[in-house]
C-alpha cells in the first residue's frame, strides 16, 4: 500500500501566479481533506472533500479552491499567491466518508518570491 | 473560537523513561481527538485516536487519555526511545461535520541516550 502520496515535492512560485498541488489517497480512502502547515505551527484545515464535493471549508480566502475526481485523488489549487502562503500544504486521506482517523501525506513545500 | 493548546512546548527525557505529552482543548462539542508525531520533513504520522465515549484507549507502547470533565488529553509513551524524537500534535474534531481537525501548535519531544 503506498500511502497517500502528494506531488509536486517542493514548489517556487513568485507573487501572483497561481498553483496547482495534487494529492492521492490511501488505497480504499474515499475522503480528502488539505490542510496548511506554517513553519513551527500545527496544520491548519483548509478543506474537505468527499463524493467530488466539497464539504467542509476552514477560515481561508475564495483563492484557495479544490477539486476531488472519481478515483478519489484531489487538487488543490491556489490562485494571485502571497508571500504568506509560502507553507508545508499536506493533504489527509481516510475512509467510511470520514469518520475514521485521517493518514496524512509528506507535503508539499511551497515557496513564493 | 475553536482551539487546542499544549501546555509544554518542549519536553526532554531520558531514553527508557517514559513521556507524558499534555494537551488541553476548548470546544465541548468535540467528539473525537487523535495525536500525530511530525519528524523534520515529513508529514504528521498517526498515532492513536479515541473517541469521547472512552476515557483510555491503549496502543503499541503508547496510551491516550481523555479527562472530559477538564477538558484534557494526554499521550504517554512507554520506555521512550531515541526514535520517538519529534513533535507531536493533538488535535481535535466534531464527527458530526465529517472530522474536520483543529490541531494545537505542538510539543517537542527530545529524548537524550
Known amino acids: 500500500d503506498a500511502g497517500v502520496t502528494q506531488s509536486p515535492t517542493h514548489l517556487i512560485k513568485t507573487r501572483g501566479q497561481q498553483v496547482t498541488l495534487r494529492c492521492s489517497p490511501k488505497?480504499?480512502?474515499?475522503?480528502v481533506s488539505w490542510y496548511q502547515q506554517a513553519l513551527g505551527q500545527g496544520p491548519q484545515f483548509i478543506f474537505q472533500?468527499?463524493?467530488?464535493?466539497?464539504?467542509q471549508r476552514g477560515n481561508f480566502p475564495d483563492r484557495f479552491s479544490g477539486h476531488q475526481f472519481p478515483n478519489y485523488s484531489s487538487e488543490l489549487n491556489v490562485n494571485a499567491l502571497l508571500l504568506g502562503d509560502s507553507a508545508l500544504y499536506l493533504c489527509?486521506?481516510?475512509?467510511?466518508?470520514?469518520?475514521?482517523?485521517?493518514?496524512f501525506g509528506p507535503g508539499t513545500r511551497l515557496t513564493v518570491l | 473560537g475553536e482551539s487546542v493548546g499544549l501546555h509544554l512546548p518542549t519536553l526532554s527525557v531520558q531514553e527508557g523513561d517514559n513521556s507524558i505529552i499534555n494537551c488541553a482543548y476548548s470546544?465541548?462539542?468535540?467528539?473525537?481527538f487523535i495525536w500525530y508525531k511530525q519528524e523534520s520533513g515529513k508529514g504528521p504520522q498517526f498515532i492513536i485516536d479515541?473517541?469521547?465515549?472512552?476515557d483510555k484507549r491503549q496502543g503499541q507502547r503508547v496510551t491516550v487519555l481523555l479527562n472530559k470533565t477538564v477538558k484534557h488529553l494526554s499521550l504517554q509513551i512507554a520506555a521512550t526511545q531515541p526514535g520517538d524524537s519529534a513533535v507531536y500534535f493533538c488535535?481535535?474534531?466534531?464527527?458530526?461535520?465529517?472530522?474536520?481537525?483543529?490541531f494545537g501548535a505542538g510539543t517537542i519531544l527530545r529524548v537524550k541516550s
Open positions: 488505497s480504499g480512502h474515499d475522503t
Open positions: 489527509a486521506s481516510s475512509s467510511d466518508r470520514g469518520r475514521k482517523p485521517q493518514f
Open positions: 472533500y468527499y463524493e467530488e464535493e466539497e464539504r
Open positions: 488535535a481535535e474534531a466534531y464527527m458530526e461535520y465529517g472530522n474536520k481537525l483543529v
Open positions: 479515541i473517541r469521547s465515549n472512552m
Open positions: 470546544n465541548s462539542a468535540s467528539d473525537y
